[in-house]
Structures are given as structure tokens and as C-alpha cells.
């Protein structure tokens, strides 16, 4: 039976689970890491000031392209489940609105102008929300922006946006074709700071919970949430836009790394629905950050080591295990 | 001691084109039901929700259980356009009037517990989780429409009619002052229609709930039988309001339907069927 006690119980065994990604993370790569080590590098420096090779492996590469994929991962499940409810369609996921293809739009332009890094990443995100206005601007049209007219309007923005990359890629000189190719697959390897992320990542839960009983309201139809006191139209504002906000943050850290959005949110509502809880969100959208960042850790941790020291685009990892997960999930629900 | 529950004064309700009512004047004492009864079409569900104080009229003024639209303790009248409710007051309003919707959706899989337990939302804090005497209040109204060995099971899994019995169910873990329900027995089968009608005469006779109940009906023999007063909206802005036993009348009914109707008596019933 849902109750605060056992959705805090949830909460820590997720953190645990987390914790433990963020330490495999750490531990895995091609130089060995003892755990005097992890604990050395996490929780302070040795009182004689010499750090060893694998301590400095940890604090400058391992641990910011950790969380950073962590915070990633939470943002694009969070903004997921945030997407299903807005929309009041499981099958969302935080692209569909063109979200993803208006920052795809702005990093290659950035790209394929050759700017730098830091260009890259404010081209991407003013992209993202250049999407956003747009689909929220037309959608919102006659006053009453209706599910089917946003959906819509999203999915025409995405294929406009997907039209423009493809004409870039096939424009863009030959070197700078792999980047634009590892950008667009979502690749963690790029990051370099990730408190940003991180930040946002907080922020957006902070806000969003205390709205989480509205939003399971709201799920259930706009105008039962009406009769019941829910404020509908701000509601619905405040969630696109916080979606929007992580998208666009998610995408600009690591690209457009696909199926987390849309997988997490429903691993956790079915893991959810054996223990007879449903579609809460007081307990799903914490529950979703911390299951998607470390679905994402761990997957980052895969692309890194499993062919190195190759890499792989993690989106590429997370799509591969993603779609026969999906595939067994749909085709489950419909026997039962 | 009966109390308003609603009163309007001077209401006009338009949709588009459709005048569903001008310069309506009514009053919904405790202890009422009322019933609407109209075409299809002539905008019978959007008047209860603009009674419900969620759609704007075109004029006139809107009293709901003691809220006033447009005026509101809290905001000065200018900062609420007349005719509307402050979100303040929705918020106070979701305690006091309830509403069951024609539809349903259950996109989310969800049990038929937790389904009833969304009528609990406006009377619980922004931290708070259901407490024990909420769940109970929700077992009680599940068992009141005969759904309380359905608890645990998935909402996909009922047939129509128990998902409605389940939203009615939901609208009594609610416990508001006003019901208004939008024909409330769809999908349901002759003798939990009765069940449902009964209930809503119990909860609306016992003086302590203090309660009334407006409901959007179909079949006239029913609107008689249950509800002592009645609206009948005629699709052209005019409306006739009063005792059921008085202005349900074959004459009245063919005029409102545009198709002939004949009564039939029998013992205290009457009963209304085409020609």
C-alpha cells in the first residue's frame, strides 16, 4: 500500500543501486583502481599532497564523465515521465516534441561553422528551446492547446528539424563528419564538467515534486484534475517546460541519447505496479531519476570498456539494449 | 434547516452558436435534486460545467456554496473578471462541489483503490500522503456502489459499467456539499441504475450531509421518480425550471425532444415512451 514510509525505503534502495553504479563506473577502465583508491579520490587527498596515477584518473576524467552521464540519464527519464504525463500517452518520451532535433539543429550549425566547444554547447540548448517556443507557440494557437494539436506540432517540428541535420550532414567536410555522427548518437565522452547537469537535475525535482499529486491528477484527465482544484493550464505550462529544461540540458552535456526517456519510466511503473503501487508520481519521478542516471552510468561504463580502448556512442548502447526491451515490453501487455 | 447550495442570477450560457440558456434563475437548496433534461446536443453538459463554476458564462452571476464568483476574500473583486472563479477559489470550490465526467480515461495502469483515492486530492496538504481514514472513506464509497471485493484489482480490467460505478465512487471519497453529475448512469445496466439513483436519494435525504445533487438524465420516468424538481432546456436559450411533477409532462417532453411522447401511469410512477 503506497504510503510515505515505504516510498522513502523505495528511494534508498535505489540510491544504494546508484551509489553502487557510480563506484563500477569509477572502478572500470584500463587503468586498475584498488578502493584505498576510490575512497582517496572521492572523500579528500592523502595529508602528503601526492595523489597517485589512478587517483588522478578518477577526479579528472572518470568522475566528471560519470556524473555527468549520471545526470543525464536523470534528466532524460525525469523529463520522460514528465512528457507521459503531460501528454497522457506512455508511448512519449522526451524527443517527441523536437526538443531533441532543434539542439541537433543548433550543434551541427555550430559544428559545421567550426566554433568552439563551448559555442557548441549554448548553440545546442538555444536550439532546444527555439524548438520548445515554437512547437509551445503554434500548439498554443486557439487558447487551448489540446494533446493531439501538440503532439502533432512537435512531431512536424522533429521531422523539420531531422531534414535540416541531414542536409547539414551531407554538406559538412569529411572531418568533421564523425563528430557531428558521435554528437547526434549522444556520446558522454564529451563531457567535461558536469555540475551544470547536475544542478539542473536537482532543481528540476525539487520543483516538480511538490506537484507530483497534481500530476497524478492531471493523468488522469484534464478535466477531472479541473473539478478537483488542479490549476490545469499552469500546471501543464510549469511541467512542459521543466521537460523541456532537462531535455535541452541532457542533450547539450552528452547529445541526443536515445530510449532512456522512454524506457525508464516505464521499467519503474511496471516494477512499481507488482508492488500494487500505479502511476505515482511522488514515488516515480524521484524513482525514474535514479533507475535512468544509472541505467545511463552503467551503459557509459559498457561503451567505454567493452571494445577498448575504442569507444562506443553510448546512445547506440542504450538504443541496442533499449528496443528489444521495449519490444518485450509491449508485446507483454498485451496478453495480460 | 436547508441551506443554497447554488444559485445563479441572470445566467447566460452560450456555446458557438448554441444559446443554452438566457437569463437562467435558479436556486438548489440542500436536501434537492434536480434534474436537466434535454436534446443531445443542446449544451446540457456545458452548463454543469459552467454551474460547477469551471467555464465562464456570457452574464450573470454564479453562487456556490456560498462562494460568489468574482468576489473572493482573499483577491479584490478587479483582479477576478466577473463570471470566473479565482484559483483560490477552484481550490476551496474542488471541497464543496464535486463532478462526475461523462468519460473516463485511464491511460496509466492504476488499482481500483488508488482510483477512488484521487477523490481524497483536494482535501489533503501539498506534503501530504492518504492517511488510514482516507482509505477507509474510499473502501466505504466503494462498497456504497458495490465495488468493495474490487479494491486491488487493475482499473483495465473492469467492464464499463463498474469503471462508472467506480467514478461515482470516486466522486463520494470526494465528499462534497454539491454532486453534479453528468449522466451518471451510462453503461450501466437496469438495476445498478436504480442502485446509483437511490444512493444519491440517501446521501441528499440525510439532513446531516446537508447535501444536494444536479443531474443530467435521459430518461424522464427516471427524473421523476428520483429527482422532485427538474430544468428542461429547449436548445433555443429558453428554459423551464420547477417541480418535476408539474412540468414533466408528455406535452412538455415531446416539445423538448421534437418527437411525441406518451405517458403511462402506474401506482405512484409515470413513466414516458415514445409514440
Not at chain 1, 107 to 115: R, S, V, W
Request: positive net charge; glycine residues 10%; contains cysteine.
Amino acid at each position: 500500500m503506497p504510503s510515505r514510509r515505504r516510498a522513502f525505503f523505495v528511494l534508498a534502495l535505489l540510491l544504494a543501486l546508484a551509489a553502487l553504479s557510480l563506484a563500477v563506473a569509477l572502478a572500470a577502465g584500463s587503468i586498475p583502481v584498488t578502493l584505498s583508491d576510490l575512497f582517496t579520490a572521492l572523500f579528500g587527498g592523502s595529508p602528503t599532497g601526492e595523489t597517485s596515477l589512478a587517483v588522478e584518473v578518477i577526479r579528472g576524467l572518470r568522475l566528471p564523465r560519470a556524473l555527468g552521464a549520471f545526470a543525464c540519464g536523470g534528466l532524460l527519464a525525469l523529463a520522460g515521465a514528465l512528457m507521459q504525463v503531460l501528454l497522457r500517452n506512455p508511448l512519449a518520451d522526451p524527443y517527441v516534441l523536437g526538443i531533441s532535433g532543434g539542439a541537433a539543429v543548433g550543434a551541427l550549425l555550430a559544428m559545421l561553422l567550426g566554433l568552439a566547444l563551448w559555442f557548441i554547447n549554448l548553440a545546442a540548448f538555444g536550439g532546444a528551446f527555439a524548438a520548445m517556443l515554437l512547437v509551445f507557440g503554434l500548439a498554443h494557437g486557439d487558447n487551448s492547446w489540446t494533446r493531439t494539436r501538440l503532439l502533432l506540432t512537435g512531431v512536424i517540428v522533429a521531422s523539420g528539424c531531422g531534414a535540416a541535420v541531414a542536409l547539414m550532414l551531407s554538406i559538412a567536410p569529411e572531418t568533421q563528419l564523425r563528430g557531428m555522427l558521435f554528437w547526434l548518437m549522444g556520446d558522454a565522452g564529451q563531457i567535461s564538467e558536469a555540475r551544470p547537469a547536475l544542478a539542473v537535475l536537482a532543481l528540476s525535482l525539487a520543483l516538480a515534486l511538490p506537484f507530483a499529486r497534481e500530476l497524478n491528477v492531471l493523468a488522469r484527465g484534464d478535466r477531472l484534475a479541473q473539478t478537483l482544484g488542479v490549476p490545469v493550464a499552469q500546471v501543464k505550462r510549469g511541467v512542459y517546460f521543466l521537460a523541456a529544461l532537462a531535455t535541452a540540458t541532457a542533450v547539450t552535456t552528452a547529445g541526443s541519447i536515445g530510449f532512456i526517456g522512454l524506457i525508464v519510466p516505464h521499467l519503474v511503473r511496471l516494477w512499481l505496479l507488482r508492488q500494487g503501487w500505479g502511476n505515482d508520481q511522488r514515488l516515480l519521478l524521484p524513482a525514474t531519476a535514479l533507475v535512468g542516471g544509472s541505467l545511463l552510468l552503467l551503459a557509459d561504463t559498457l561503451a567505454r570498456t567493452v571494445i577498448a580502448p575504442q569507444q562506443l556512442p553510448v546512445g547506440v548502447l542504450t538504443a541496442l539494449i533499449g528496443v528489444p526491451v521495449f519490444l518485450y515490453l509491449l508485446s507483454r501487455e498485451k496478453t495480460t | 434547516m436547508h441551506s443554497t447550495r447554488l444559485s445563479t442570477h441572470a445566467l447566460d450560457v452560450s456555446i458557438g452558436k448554441i444559446r443554452i440558456c438566457d437569463a437562467l434563475n435558479l436556486s438548489v437548496a440542500s436536501g434537492e435534486r434536480w434534474a436537466i433534461l434535454g436534446r443531445n446536443g443542446v449544451g446540457k453538459s456545458t452548463l454543469l460545467m459552467t454551474l460547477a463554476g469551471l467555464r465562464r458564462p456570457q452574464h450573470g452571476e454564479l453562487n456556490l456554496c456560498g462562494v460568489q464568483t468574482g468576489v473572493s476574500p482573499s483577491a479584490p473583486a478587479l483582479c477576478v473578471p466577473s463570471g470566473t472563479f479565482s484559483s483560490h477559489d477552484l481550490r476551496r470550490l474542488a471541497k464543496i462541489r464535486g463532478v462526475l465526467p461523462q468519460h473516463q480515461s485511464d491511460p496509466f495502469p492504476a488499482t481500483v483503490l488508488e482510483t477512488a483515492l484521487v477523490g481524497r486530492h483536494p482535501h489533503l496538504g501539498r506534503w501530504d500522503w492518504e492517511s488510514e481514514a482516507d482509505r477507509a472513506i474510499a473502501r466505504q464509497a466503494l462498497a456504497a456502489v458495490g465495488l468493495e471485493d474490487f479494491a486491488g484489482r487493475e482499473v483495465h480490467t473492469l467492464s464499463g459499467g463498474e469503471r462508472q460505478r467506480l467514478a461515482v465512487a470516486q466522486l463520494l471519497t470526494q465528499q462534497p456539499q454539491l454532486f453534479l453529475l453528468d449522466e451518471p448512469l451510462t453503461h450501466l445496466d437496469l438495476a445498478h441504475q436504480v442502485a446509483v439513483m437511490d444512493l444519491f436519494k440517501a446521501i441528499t435525504a440525510d439532513e446531516a450531509t446537508a447535501t444536494a445533487c444536479i443531474a443530467i438524465l435521459h430518461d424522464p420516468g427516471f427524473a421523476v421518480r428520483y429527482c422532485e424538481h427538474a430544468l428542461l432546456l429547449f436548445g433555443n436559450g429558453e428554459w423551464l425550471a420547477g417541480r418535476s411533477q408539474e412540468i414533466i409532462t408528455a406535452d412538455n417532453l415531446s416539445r423538448l425532444y421534437g418527437y411525441p411522447l406518451r405517458e403511462i401511469r402506474s401506482d405512484n410512477d409515470r413513466w414516458f415512451i415514445p409514440r
